[in-house]
């Protein structure tokens, strides 16, 4: 009987009474696991580590690649003379040149700062061309239709010659007909009557 007892009392919530003292606060900052830098160095990660807000646990390669270059104690040195202002981009700079610096030993960030300065050139020059070509083909249209403006303009004339000369052809004895009438009566009257 006493087991079955037991077995309830083991069930049944624990009920605290408010007259116990509240629980500690939690600390400000919990750290749950290291950063990326820590973990890597397999070192234990302090509460203040320089290197736990730029290197995060879940992103271990950005300090991987940058140890890789600068090696930890030189990031930690360059990030201990830093303001803190300027960190972020002093780490994102470090890692930047340790990629180029893995993608090319020898050049690093240079070589693509020059295959990129190379590659603005040809398309500074290709833009050029096609500028040129821009303003040749407006040239060349621009003389289309001054040829076809001008060409309309001879046609048109040619059309006017030929209605005045149609005119003239037909008009001929009008002509004679407003100035001298009688003439051209006695032309037309018959020869007998």
């Known amino acids: 009987m006493e087991s079955n007892g037991d077995a309830a009392a083991a069930t049944t919530p624990i009920i605290i009474s408010s007259s116990s003292s509240p629980p500690p606060p939690l600390s400000p900052r919990v750290v749950l696991s ?9 070192r234990r990660c302090a509460e ?10 879940t992103d271990p390669a950005k300090f991987t690649i940058a140890h890789r270059v600068f090696g930890a104690s030189n990031i930690i040195k360059f990030l201990q003379e830093l303001p803190e202002s300027q960190r972020t981009d002093a780490v994102k700079s470090m890692v930047y040149e340790a990629e180029a610096r893995i993608r090319d ?10 295959h990129l300065q190379r590659q603005v050139s040809e398309l500074q020059a290709e833009l050029a061309k096609a500028q040129v070509e821009m303003v040749n083909m ?16 001879v046609q048109k ?9 149609e005119s003239n052809d037909l008009g001929f004895l009008d002509d004679n007909s407003n100035t001298n009438t009688n003439t051209s009566m006695l032309w037309w009257d018959p020869l007998w009557t």
């Open 48 to 57: 203040k580590c320089v290197l736990a807000p730029y290197f995060p646990p």
């Open 105 to 114: 030993p020898v050049y690093g960030s240079a070589g693509a700062i020059y």
């Open 138 to 153: 407006q040239l060349q249209r621009s003389n289309l239709l001054e040829l076809i403006y001008n060409m309309e303009q």
């Open 157 to 165: 004339k040619q059309e006017q010659d030929n209605m005045s000369f």
């Open 34 to 42: 290291p950063c990326a830098a820590c973990k890597i160095l397999r």
